[in-house]
């Protein structure tokens, strides 16, 4: 418009249609309207899902350093209680245990293990995965612990059952295709029409076609989902012959081990700390700050007062206003305490379980090189029960694979052995398995038997039945409030513990705060 005066707004509306919003923008800059740096670095909100509302005083007893314990001790300071943690063992962390080399693993009635891993080797001998729902995700958030994918299902790793070994893929792809099979042929014959309308009819038979990679017969004569003889590239490879038959496949029991991670806790991808899952224990520590835990600090007395409670530990003794007992209800149930017949009764009312693992470093990663298994589990019907290989660090040059993880009456079976012949028997059986490559190049070992761990003496705890001593326990006895995996629907999980022990000093905090 000739004769009218250009104004900034005008100018920048020219330049942002001219070169764009970049143009525009700096332009911006260069007139000194655009903002400016920032005079400090950003800082992206990590607060925490959960959080005691309202300050309040009081000081606190928490009997155990594991990661329920921990979790109180990290919410209770939040809200500004002084809390002192008595841990029996020799470092915080309860079955939150990675071994690395340098550690030395001692367990009742057994010789000690001194553990020689290589540099960035580790075994996580207790918990080792974390579903994606789970309310420890959200703590290694709050923390600042970095995470990675756990391999929980992997159909280039195995079953082996009675005797043969075939791909996890091929046990599946057999499995869901003989199914499918039955299923498709008894709808197609009419067999479910009293369920089925015809549109129904056609929609299902179209799924199981699908689902089991059947043929226009609806026969499942096997299909390249089983894998490959020869894996397919320039041509298209040659599949697995045909599989054996439904009595065959049937008979072989592969039902339990492709069904091993259906459970709803085994959602997939799960998750792992990077570096080893004490990462965990070493964010609550920091947090919780590590001149507030006692190592070495076995409770011997528990002594509910009116106006709060008084724990004695081998060399010495302390009064807190409230006490959180995050021990195993059995090593609790041992302890001389005035809070009831009924509690006693109901911390013996679960029963320990026994759990191993052993960990085997390879100075090859013989299983992504040969196997081409790159993390996943093997299922097995040996007392191994299972075989993981690592998540991480994958073409590493040294690896450690978990040789064994099993439970009940397998688990104790290896606890009772020495260290070293656990290696032996676990390195025979995975030889089943693997060949003779398993018992080749094995650089070193560490086995836990968590029955023979002192002041916890078992993997987890089984109720028989989910009665009133459950919810009993849920509950405080005078001051003293009970925290553990083990009062959840959650046990043997760390998410079980976090939860039950923010219901605890939620329940705890409520009750200050109500207080004249």
Same mark, same amino acid.
């Given at each position: ?6 104004? /900034?707004?005008?100018?920048? %509306?020219? @330049?942002?249609? &001219? +070169?764009? $919003? !970049?143009?525009?923008? =700096? ?27 309202? /300050?309040?005083?009081?000081? %606190?007893? @928490?009997?155990? &350093? +594991?990661? $329920? !314990?921990?979790?109180? =001790? ?37 010789? &000690? ?404």
């Amino acid at each position: 418009m000739e004769g009218a005066a250009l104004t /900034r707004r005008g100018l920048l %509306v020219g @330049i942002g249609a &001219a +070169g764009g $919003a !970049g143009a525009m923008y =700096a332009a911006m800059g260069a007139l000194g309207l655009a903002p400016g740096d920032q005079d400090k670095a950003f800082v992206p909100p990590r607060a925490s899902d959960f959080s005691l509302q309202g /300050r309040a005083a009081g000081k %606190v007893v @928490i009997l155990g &350093a +594991g990661v $329920a !314990g921990l979790t109180a =001790a990290y919410e209770l300071g939040k809200a500004g209680y002084d809390c002192t943690l008595l841990e029996a063992r020799g470092k915080a962390g309860g079955r939150n245990l990675t071994l690395r080399g340098g550690d030395r693993l001692t367990e009742l009635n057994g010789p &000690a293990q001194q553990v020689t891993f290589g540099e960035r080797a580790y075994f996580n001998a207790g918990p080792a995965r974390i579903a994606p729902w789970m309310v420890t995700l959200d703590y290694c958030r709050e923390l600042g612990i970095p995470i990675e994918t756990f391999v929980n299902r992997n159909a280039h790793a195995y079953v082996h059952t009675s005797g043969q070994t075939v791909r996890s893929g091929a046990a599946r792809a057999d499995m869901y295709g003989y199914v499918a099979e039955l299923l498709a042929k008894a709808t197609d014959l009419g067999a479910l029409d009293k369920k089925l309308t015809r549109d129904d009819r056609e929609r299902l038979l179209e799924f199981l076609t699908r689902f089991g990679d059947l043929g226009p017969k609806l026969d499942y004569e096997g299909s390249s989902r089983r894998g490959y003889a020869e894996l397919p590239g320039l041509d298209a490879g040659a599949p697995l012959g045909a599989p054996g038959t439904l009595s065959q496949v049937l008979a072989a029991g592969t039902g339990r081990a492709i069904t091993n991670d259906f459970g709803y806790e085994q959602a997939t991808p799960m998750f792992q700390p990077v570096g080893g899952m004490d990462a965990i224990v070493t964010g609550l520590v920091e947090a919780v700050g590590a001149d507030r835990i006692r190592t070495g600090a076995q409770v011997t007395q528990i002594t509910s007062l009116a106006d709060g409670v008084e724990v004695t530990w081998r060399g010495g003794r302390m009064k807190a206003d409230y006490c959180v007992a995050t021990l195993p209800p059995h090593v609790l149930a041992k302890i001389p305490h005035n809070l009831g017949e009924p509690v006693t009764a109901a911390l013996r009312t679960p029963v320990p379980v026994a759990a191993g693992k052993i960990g085997l470093e390879y100075g090859r990663r013989w299983w992504e090189i040969e196997d081409r298994i790159y993390g996943g589990i093997t299922e097995t019907d040996l007392d191994i029960t299972h075989i993981w290989y690592p998540s991480h660090d994958y073409h590493a040059a040294r690896g450690v694979v978990v040789g064994y993880y099993n439970t009940g009456a397998e688990a104790e079976l290896y606890g009772a052995l020495t260290p070293e012949d656990r290696r032996r028997r676990a390195l025979t059986q995975g030889k089943k398995i693997h060949g003779e490559k398993y018992r080749a190049d094995v650089l070193s070992a560490a086995s836990i038997a968590w029955e023979r761990q002192e002041h916890i003496q078992g993997g987890w705890v089984r109720w028989p039945v989910i009665d009133s001593s459950f919810t009993l326990l849920q509950r405080p006895s005078a001051r003293v409030y009970f925290a553990g995996d083990w009062l959840t629907h959650l046990i043997a999980w760390q998410a079980g513990a976090m939860q039950s022990a923010r219901s605890a000093v939620t329940q705890l905090h409520q009750r200050v705060l109500r207080s004249p």
